[in-house]
């Protein structure tokens, strides 16, 4: 695609959407235009299946269109499970280790399962010290009992340790060997659930005819099925969780060991997207691992830059330069498209390759996250309105009489230090992009979530768009003033 088409294609987007091509706008100013509807009420909407269930890169779709941010201050497990639970995902970001980030990966895969297809084990000669260290670090109560040839033994549950004060003991000194229930690899979650309910046990281990363990279905997990119905789930039932690599040069050891711990997508993450060298990070990822690793890359905020990556072979593209909350590339260096322009004009090229744009950046409240979906994005990247909620990594503190909690953006000074602290690495300290900031304590996640999906049901009811992908084409947009915008805020309450 030339230049020429490439500005006829946004031209004509922008002309459709209502935006102009110059000067670039963000949220505020513009609003949705509202259109004549036929939805009764938002609630339609909300309790309809697959509303707003949308593709996020090649055959992995969300049932809510966010996705957390890959900061450090944002998603590692616990944000990426809660996120998954609610039917977004979320990204564990690269400031970890790779073995680190593997784990956290491992992590969330675990959290619910159809099937377990490699459950945790310790042999009879495992003393109890170990096999609780072991179920600490994935946050279990009981293990499966196997011998070197992985037959299995028996199971220690928490009955057969919890009073036990000697951690010298034996796995097999305490563990349930008699009376064990299994089933077959082939055993179905329904038929597995009926076992379960027969035999008033918890844990259903799965054994071929020799013995040998070949997976574990738990109570726990088919009661998590059905306590979070629109969780976001892999093909075996686990939930979808996605791993970060940068643009470093061991990154295609980075990206084998994240598949190897079965992350659903990888995310390439640099403040310049629209760069020689994440072009070549691309096309190298590419010619190692083929072209059905589901790719994302970014950061760009130019319809030029979204050609380049599509054409270098990525899944979606995550747009947005500058508009973080804890950004400041705009203030320093001066470069950023404001936000809404951006995802409107990477949209027009990224559509006719049917490749999803991600927002990532600028979003303050629920009507920019609305905004952002009806300019194209297929999903939206949060971070600074996620910041404090009890999954955020970190701990809250106490300051001024109030719970706070930290929130930084990945280029700050102080990001950077902890980075060659944590690494243990000597380096030097660029001029920063970024700052930190405390940020009040939220509670969980869930209910921040459940907000920004009502205000995004009744924006679709105004336009009348029974699923998102009719948002995507009906909503349009009209410039407003700074007084218009500032009509529509609350005022004169006293």
């Known amino acids: 695609m030339n230049k020429v088409k490439v500005d006829k294609l946004v031209r004509k987007y922008l002309q459709q959407k209502g935006l102009p091509l110059s000067p670039a706008l963000t949220f505020e100013d513009v609003t949705i235009v509202d259109q004549f509807s036929d939805i009764p009420t938002r609630s339609e909407l909300e309790h309809a299946t697959g509303t707003t269930r949308m593709l996020v890169v090649k055959n992995i779709f969300l049932n809510i269109p966010v996705v957390s941010a890959n900061m450090d201050t944002i998603t590692e497990s616990r944000m990426a499970i809660a996120m998954a639970r609610a039917g977004g995902m979320g990204f564990i970001h690269q400031f970890l280790s790779v073995a680190d980030r593997a784990k956290e990966i491992e992590l969330v895969k675990r959290a619910h399962s159809g099937v377990i297809e490699k459950p945790l084990v310790a042999t009879p000669d495992t003393t109890l010290a170990a096999a609780k260290s072991l179920m600490a670090e994935y946050k279990i109560s009981s293990l499966l009992v196997v011998d070197h040839s992985g037959k299995l033994l028996g199971i220690l549950a928490r009955r057969d340790y919890m009073f036990e004060d000697n951690n010298a003991k034996t796995v ?255 380096d030097f300290i660029r001029t920063p992009e970024g700052v930190p900031k405390r940020v009040k304590y939220r509670g969980e996640v869930t209910p921040v979530l459940g907000e920004l999906m009502g205000h995004l049901y009744s924006s679709m009811s105004y336009v009348g768009a029974w699923t998102l992908s009719e948002f995507w084409e009906r909503a349009f947009f009209r410039m407003q003033t700074r007084s218009g915008y500032e009509e529509g805020r609350p005022h004169d309450v006293y």
């Not at 980075?254 to 760069?275: C, M, P, Q, Y």
């Not at 503190?397 to 700050?412: L, M, N, P, Q, T």
Request: charged share 25%; proline share 4%; hydrophobic share 40%.
């Open 172 to 426: 097999g000194e305490l563990m349930k060997r008699n009376s064990l229930i299994t089933a077959s690899p082939h055993t179905t979650v329904a038929r597995a659930q009926k076992i379960l309910a027969e035999h008033k046990i918890e844990k259903l281990p799965l054994v071929d005819r020799k013995g040998i363990v070949k997976g574990l279905i738990t109570a726990q997990d088919i009661a998590k099925t059905q306590r979070f119905p629109l969780a976001a789930r892999d093909e075996k039932g686990r939930l979808l969780v996605g791993g970060t690599v940068g643009v470093s040069g061991k990154v295609l050891y980075d990206v084998e060991a994240l598949l190897k711990a079965e992350a659903d997508i990888i995310l390439i993450d640099t403040a310049r997207g629209n760069s020689r060298r994440l072009i070549d990070t691309v096309l190298s990822i590419r010619k190692n691992f083929g072209s059905k690793i589901p790719l994302i890359a970014g950061n760009i905020d130019t319809p030029d830059a979204c050609l380049r990556l599509i054409n270098a072979g990525v899944d979606a593209v995550k747009v947005g330069i500058g508009g973080g909350s804890a950004c400041k590339t705009r203030m320093g260096p001066g470069v950023g498209i404001p936000q809404l322009s951006a995802i409107a004009e990477c949209t027009a090229i990224a559509r006719e390759y049917r490749v999803p744009v991600i927002a990532d950046g600028g979003i303050k409240n629920s009507s920019d996250f609305a905004k952002a979906l009806a300019a194209g994005a297929y999903a939206v990247m949060l971070g600074g309105l996620l910041a404090g909620t009890e999954e955020t990594p970190g701990k809250p503190f106490y300051e001024d009489g109030e719970k706070w909690k930290i929130f930084r953006g990945s280029a700050s000074i102080e990001f950077q230090m902890s980075r060659i602290d944590r690494e243990d690495r000597m």
